[in-house]
């Protein structure tokens, strides 16, 4: 409940905080680029994997925004592998770079690596996924995490009409990664948004797994995913239960179990199934009726939003909300959600929202996402 609580209070505050209104002109910013104190400096960008698209993504803007203003980047990715992911940091470290901006593979892997990254004066930004037990991090850019999860939850509350029916549906939970500290987020985000009708029966986990520790999925991967929704069908489905929804905490998890369902799955109806980042195929999946929803997060305005934090790092300067102002980006800031184990981490969250069949063409006006050449499904521009 305490979670509810601040979920409200963030959207309401949300009107308070950054509203993205003036636009500055190119020339503007461009005579800030000129003062910018951190040009010719290297910044060490260390992402989780290459196998779930969106870290393609991040990659990809974040390299390019940093070098556009004069940044050098030396950008690396882990495979999933938090030893490799040690030795990114460490070999940064070595090299001398200015600024670390890191997305964590496991949160509580990166304690005595970013000790000597503090011991050697460099400064840490967090990149989505917060980083525990350290007090080598002062902010962190990420989006609402608890939000994507709440909007998943009220997408199945309006597709499954729960305030209007006496009927009762079957649902079941699938987690991300537990190495990852946004995952229970996602989770506590769509559980607590559907509690009520869980607690009254309306909603029904045959399953029973109704923690987040139950339904962790390893590494995100859509083959774990995969694997043990084929369980979950088989145990619990096979005498002709209907399964009605299944809230996925991301696309590479919906992906999986969206093949499991096509392959193993007995009932007639289409169980609606929702994911998160707005993953092509997945898109596919949406335009062919597949899976219904994905939380899209714009992470091109993520970079944009950890480049000005940054660039005011390496000035020595103090990031602050209406510093951020001219981005025309919605974001806010948050020094209450995110404590690390060690303190309160000054947060700059964006906001997530929905995308189903219906505003397939908002993807396409952000400049990230085309048609393909039939006008059918949507591609990624770069
Ligand atoms: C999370 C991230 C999600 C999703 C997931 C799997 O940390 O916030 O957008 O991509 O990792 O990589």
Redo the contacts with the bound molecule.
């Keep these: 409940m305490k979670r509810i609580g601040t979920f409200f209070l963030a959207l309401t505050m949300a009107g308070a905080m950054v509203s993205c209104s003036s636009k500055s002109s190119s020339s503007d910013s461009n005579d800030q680029d000129k003062e910018f104190y951190g040009r010719g400096r290297t910044v060490g960008i260390a992402l989780?994997?290459q196998n779930?698209?969106?870290?393609n993504r991040d990659g990809v803007f974040l390299k390019e925004q940093f070098e556009a203003v004069g940044c050098k980047v030396d950008l690396k990715y882990a495979d999933n592998n938090k030893d490799k992911q040690v030795e990114d940091i460490q070999s940064m470290i070595d090299e001398g770079v200015q600024l670390l901006l890191i997305?964590a593979v496991d949160k509580d892997n990166l304690s005595s690596t970013l000790d000597k990254a503090k011991e050697a004066g460099i400064p840490v930004v967090a990149y989505?996924?917060l980083i525990m037990n350290t007090d080598a991090i002062t902010y962190y850019v990420?989006?609402d995490?608890y939000m994507?999860g709440a909007i998943q939850g009220e997408y199945i509350k309006e597709q499954l009409k729960l305030n209007e029916t006496n009927n009762t549906y079957n649902v079941e939970f699938v987690g991300?990664?537990e190495l990852?500290?946004?995952?229970r987020f996602?989770f506590e985000g769509a559980y607590e948004t559907l509690q009520s009708y869980i607690d009254s029966g309306k909603l029904n986990i045959v399953s029973g797994k109704n923690t987040f520790e139950q339904v962790t999925t390893p590494e995100?991967s859509t083959d774990n995913a995969r694997a043990n929704m084929k369980q979950l069908l088989a145990d619990k489905y096979s005498d002709g239960t209907t399964l009605d929804a299944v809230i996925c905490?991301?696309?590479?998890t919906a992906l999986g179990v969206t093949e499991a369902i096509q392959s193993d799955y007995s009932g007639t109806n289409h169980p609606i199934i929702v994911g998160?980042?707005g993953d092509v195929e997945n898109l596919k999946n949406i335009v062919d009726g597949y899976q219904d929803m994905t939380v899209f997060?714009n992470v091109n305005d993520q970079a944009k939003v950890t480049l000005e934090i940054c660039k005011l790092i390496l000035s020595k300067e103090t990031p602050s909300v209406s510093l951020l102002e001219n981005l025309h980006v919605d974001v806010k800031y948050d020094t209450s959600t995110y404590n690390n184990g060690v303190k309160y981490i000054q947060s700059y969250l964006l906001a997530p929202y929905a995308i189903d069949k219906k505003n397939l063409q908002s993807l396409v006006d952000t400049g990230i996402y085309k048609w393909d050449s039939n006008n059918k499904y949507l591609d990624i521009v770069k």
């Excluded at 779930?52 to 870290?55: G, S, T, V």
């Excluded at 905490?249 to 590479?252: E, G, M, T, Y």
Aim: charged share 30%; no cysteine.
């Design positions: 989780p994997t779930l698209e969106r870290w997305a989505d996924r990420s989006f995490n994507v991300g990664d990852d500290n946004n995952a996602f995100w905490a991301n696309d590479s998160q980042d997060k």
